[in-house]
């Protein structure tokens, strides 16, 4: 059967805890929408925009089944041009703090994460958006990798700046205590006690403090224990410029709370978008670089978010097979609009108004190289969606005829 060519503006995925989305698009339209509809309902902003580098990046995606299997990809894919002018930079920088203030909510927050090319200006941007008595901290992000220098210090921090939006702000130091580094060395007495646990004691004001070595501690305005990302890492996307988990697991859990949304305007590889829905966050993330969701859809998989994108309409033909079974159809792609072995991922789903109800998918992983043809979905009423995407981040969308089938409800 010959898939019916359709344009789809919104995927919606049905999965376990808090709700998110993603918005396919630039950050300063976006987030001027956003803030005229839902000021205020925002508890944490982090964002990583542009350095100012003047450079392009790019992702390093995986070709088929044999790149999958070798864990090395072949293809370098552009991700987004870092090459805007200093004074068209901080001009749109400044219309997405501002955005992102009126989005806040009086007891939100805000982390910026930025460098030595940036910082300076930024939070001077930042004073006059927030207002400088609202900086929390100047938080240094050292890492270890790279090369070295040899004309000057080599360059081994990034800096995030944290603000307030209010005096009101909820910020936790309790949801980010860690094991400490080394035993406390100073003045104080050392002790251990009957369970063999190192402690040392102070008397002051006629009291008597006692602090055991084990007990876990909050993080300085130093962060030197999260590493950056490896190229083997597991948590590696491809994707240029992604931040480990764990950084944005520890912003995360100190600046918000479960069920508070979390926004990155500036998503990239989605880390931002992960860490808050692995710790039970609503989450709203935007970007413009069109691989992104094929990332997301890996790393989102089994959770509940939608994709909101610019009408996309299929370019190219595809055929399908459909066979009833019970309670399910089997749809088997006979023919793609792109060779298979460019076939990154794709899903099944019940079409409605330009959106796509995505039900079923399947995705090319380190586990599971081959991208099986063949896919079920529950019988449903109405016309069954197929979205086929490519590597190149081009998702093309089809509708199925059913209608020989009991008009498609059993």
């Known amino acids: ?245 764990a950084l944005l697991e520890r912003i995360v859990r100190c600046a918000s709370r479960e069920g508070e949304v979390v926004l990155d305007p500036f998503a990239g590889s989605g880390t931002t978008l992960e860490a808050a829905c692995r710790l039970g966050r609503r989450f709203v993330g935007v970007d413009k670089c069109p691989l992104t969701p094929n990332i997301l859809r890996r790393r989102l998989d089994g959770a509940m978010w939608e994709l909101v994108q610019p009408p996309q309409t299929a370019q190219g033909d595809c055929e399908a097979d459909i066979r009833p079974g019970v309670g399910f159809y089997h749809v088997r792609v006979q023919t793609a609009p792109v060779p298979w072995e460019e076939m990154d991922n794709w899903a099944l789903g019940y079409l409605r108004d330009g959106e796509m109800r995505v039900l079923t998918q399947a995705a090319r992983s380190r586990r599971s190289p081959e991208l099986p043809r063949e896919m079920e979905v529950p019988v449903y009423e109405g016309e069954i969606g197929l979205r086929l995407s490519d590597v190149y981040g081009k998702s093309f969308y089809y509708k199925l005829h059913t209608r020989e089938f009991n008009n498609g409800a059993i």
Not at 222 to 227: F, K, N, T
């Open 1 to 245: 059967m010959r898939a019916i060519q359709t344009a789809v503006s919104r995927e919606r995925y049905e999965g376990r805890g808090a709700a998110g989305r993603f918005y396919l698009g630039d950050a300063q339209r976006v987030l001027e929408e956003l803030s005229r509809e839902q000021a205020g309902s925002v508890k944490l902003v982090y964002m990583d925009p542009p350095f100012l580098t003047g450079e392009q990046f790019v992702m390093r995606a995986r070709l088929g089944a044999a790149q999958w299997r070798s864990g090395k990809g072949s293809l370098i894919l552009p991700a987004f041009s870092d090459d805007l002018s200093p004074e068209a930079y901080y001009a749109m920088m400044r219309r997405v703090l501002e955005r992102c203030h009126d989005l806040l909510s009086e007891d939100g927050m805000l982390f910026l994460h930025c460098d030595f090319r940036t910082s300076a200006r930024l939070r001077l941007l930042m004073d006059e958006v927030f207002g400088e008595k609202n900086l929390l901290n100047e938080i240094v992000w050292v890492y270890h990798t790279g090369g070295t220098a040899r004309r000057y210090f080599s360059r081994k921090h990034d800096v995030i700046l944290f603000y307030r939006k209010t005096r009101r702000y909820d910020f936790d130091i309790s949801a980010v205590l860690r094991a400490p580094a080394e035993p406390r060395q100073n003045h104080m007495r050392r002790h251990v006690d009957p369970d063999g646990r190192v402690y040392r004691s102070i008397r002051s004001g006629g009291r008597v403090y006692t602090y055991y070595d084990d007990d876990p501690v909050p993080p300085s305005d130093v962060w030197d224990d999260v590493s950056h990302l490896q190229q083997r890492d597991p948590q590696r996307t491809g994707y240029d410029t992604q931040k480990p988990l």
